[in-house]
């Protein structure tokens, strides 16, 4: 049988069980159909069952619709779901379990005649072909996320998030000395530690002096203990007092280090990952970078990396370099696309902006869209007890902000935190 017959019968059965039956549905019958014939891996599945039955009729259709049309895809799919595997307990053996299941399920929600030998065949294969992608792609996964997280618990101790962001700024200043202007700025009012100072290493590590004599300031002032160290700060973070750039204000140095952290600490959560590598993205973006300075943050990010794991592990170690470069490659793509759409979306938003705000007053502006709103959900108008002109006030500053958010994306983040524990009250 061909790709093509088993493809037209696989569309043709998927469809007539989604004209009778929801994802959920067909769902909850494998789910049942699986820890019927296996209760001993019912300790796999830590989530409601409603969940994971919707979780297995999302991933049936995803498969259904991709294995015809783009094989690329799926295999894309199969990897993201193989990374996810490795925290799951999955083993190969478990497929030929879950196969037998699928098509039980099949002949069981199909009518009379329509789950066929050809039938039956189609999806046999297209789950095979299925499983392998993901096996495979958990295997590698195991490999790498292993290396990554054995190299890094060797080497994690209470400054290593500071001592990563420093590192990565005084790499990429090396390479693009113009960077260093831009870390003086950020500095704000500890400019005065970096003033004089000719070195790229000069500048970031005077200023995590100063961060660090900060720091032990805080606890003292905080517990009345002299002389702290850094591990005793570490351990009193919860009583304010914080060993990373992040002591003063927005303006501070990128969080390089601690992103990197969330990510490790996340890598097999692909969604959650996904995030942490675009907020490591986002702190790139306080250095003011563009598209020229993409092979350089990679080569510090890389360089420091090689630092952090010891020469002699990357070289004698095949699976830590491979693993890290791993990792490299998608924190470096997330950089290079989030800088890519800043630079190609900031200027027509600040250009459109201001000449609204050239046209327009602000308060008027405002007005404007609150009479707007509240002829569109006339019952939202009790929650805005202030006056008109504030509400418009208050609008002219959001949209600036959102505007001014495009390339400083966590200033906007730091916003709407505070404005939605405000909105609590609100209701």
């Not at 007539?16 to 001993?40: H, S």
């Not at 090689?306 to 793509?333: F, N, R, Y």
Request: charged letters at 25%; aromatic letters at 6%; one cysteine or more.
């Amino acid at each position: 049988m061909s790709d093509k017959e088993r493809g037209v019968l696989i569309d043709k059965t998927w469809g007539l069980l989604k004209e009778r039956y929801t994802l959920q549905e067909i769902g909850e019958e494998l789910y049942d159909n699986v820890f019927k014939n296996a209760p001993d891996l019912r300790h796999l599945f830590k989530r409601p069952k409603e969940l994971m039955a919707l979780k297995f009729g999302e991933m049936i259709s995803t498969i259904c619709g991709l294995f015809q049309t783009d094989r690329e895809s799926l295999l894309e799919t199969m990897r993201d779901l193989g990374i996810r595997h490795v925290d799951y307990g999955s083993r190969p053996e478990y497929f030929p379990l879950f196969k037998a299941c699928l098509l039980d399920t099949l002949e069981n929600l199909l009518e009379d005649g329509e789950f066929t030998a050809a039938t039956e065949a189609s999806w046999n294969d297209m789950w095979d072909e299925a499983s392998e992608m993901l096996i495979s792609s958990q295997e590698l996964a195991e490999r790498l996320v292993g290396a990554i997280r054995h190299t890094w618990e060797d080497v994690k101790h209470p400054a290593i998030e500071l001592e990563i962001t420093s590192k990565i700024i005084n790499e990429l200043i090396k390479l693009h000395p113009e960077v260093k202007k831009t870390v003086i700025n950020l500095l704000g009012g500890r400019k005065q530690y970096c003033q004089g100072s000719d070195g790229a290493d000069d500048t970031v590590s005077e200023a995590k002096s100063a961060v660090m004599s900060e720091a032990k300031s805080q606890v003292t002032a905080v517990t009345g203990v002299t002389g702290v160290s850094a591990r005793r700060i570490s351990l009193m973070k919860s009583m304010k007092a914080r060993t990373d750039w992040s002591l003063a204000t927005e303006s501070d140095l990128p969080r390089l280090g601690p992103r990197l952290a969330q990510i490790v600490m996340h890598i097999t959560n692909t969604s959650k990952c996904l995030t942490r590598r675009q907020d490591f993205a986002m702190e790139c973006l306080k250095l003011k970078l563009d598209m020229t300075h993409i092979v350089g943050i990679r080569v510090a990010i890389t360089n420091t990396i090689k630092d952090m794991v010891g020469e002699g592990t990357w070289e004698s170690e095949p699976d830590v370099a491979e693993a890290w470069m791993w990792l490299l490659d998608q924190i470096c793509h997330e950089v290079a696309t989030i800088i890519n759409q800043v630079h190609k979306h900031a200027p027509v938003i600040h250009k459109s902006w201001q000449l609204v705000q050239d046209a327009v007053d602000m308060e008027q502006l405002g007005i404007i869209f609150y009479d707007f709103l509240f002829q569109t959900a006339p019952a939202m108008q009790s929650l805005f007890v202030k006056p008109k002109h504030l509400l418009g006030q208050m609008f002219g500053k959001m949209v600036g902000l959102l505007s001014d958010s495009v390339e400083n994306p966590l200033r906007l983040t730091k916003e709407l935190r505070e404005l939605a524990i405000r909105h609590i009250k609100w209701r």
